[in-house]
């Protein structure tokens, strides 16, 4: 089989919305891997994001069809063996703490920093300290995130009562003590206070 039938039969197997990786072919030549995955492109098949990432994706009227910021995160995560974290104002909005849709989505990241552009969204990727990643739940990591991007002192009454709505159904099924304490203090103070007006 030659190096075109390689990629040919990996780019079948992909499913739409999916990403396709140079380094899915480490063991060939990574410029010719380049020119066949570049034809492809110019064939509108696949998207190039970035360096060697591509999207696999239908074309409408409208434009490429892409997967969601998370998506794309979440599976380059697995290709770097890394873990991913959402920042800033996108975790804001993901917990209802923001209406702003942000156009430059930051994820957090264990893994290479780097940027992709998806379609009118920037997905960029920057390094996390450890800290970061040593939670046990992953959705607490990123309300930590969130309430930092709003910072000490800047959270509204509004912002409290989403707040306390989402700990309300997340804390009977989930013990966050532990993770409590990986948090700043005054986030600490913040959610237990919220935590007490909820078992009170």
């Known amino acids: 089989m030659t190096i075109s039938q390689i990629v040919e039969r990996k780019f079948k197997n992909t499913k739409v919305k999916s990403l396709l990786f140079a380094s899915d ?13 570049s034809i492809y492109t110019r064939l509108g098949k696949l998207v190039r994001l970035a360096n060697g990432v591509y ?4 074309i409408t009227k409208f434009g490429p069809v892409y997967p969601s910021p998370t998506e794309i995160a979440e599976a380059i995560a697995r290709r770097d063996h890394a873990q991913v974290l959402m920042s800033g104002l996108a ?21 290479s920093a780097r940027k992709l552009n998806v379609g009118n969204t920037t997905i960029e990727f920057k390094r996390g300290v ?8 992953k959705t607490m990591a990123t309300l930590c995130l969130a309430l930092k991007s709003i910072g000490n002192g800047h959270v509204t009454d509004e912002q409290k009562t989403v707040l306390r709505n989402f700990l309300n159904d997340y804390i009977q099924e989930h013990d966050i003590k532990s993770d409590l304490k990986l948090m700043p203090q005054w986030i600490q103070k913040l959610l237990n206070e919220l935590i007490k007006d909820i078992e009170s």
């Not at 060939?28 to 020119?35: E, F, K, L, R, V």
């Open 25 to 37: 072919f480490s063991d060939y030549n990574q410029d010719y891997i380049g020119d066949l995955l």
């Open 91 to 111: 975790a804001e909005n993901y917990f209802g703490l923001s209406t702003q849709i942000p156009m430059k989505i930051v994820f957090l990241t264990s893994g």
């Open 55 to 58: 999207l696999k994706t239908t």
């Open 130 to 137: 450890p800290k970061n990643f040593a939670f046990n739940d």
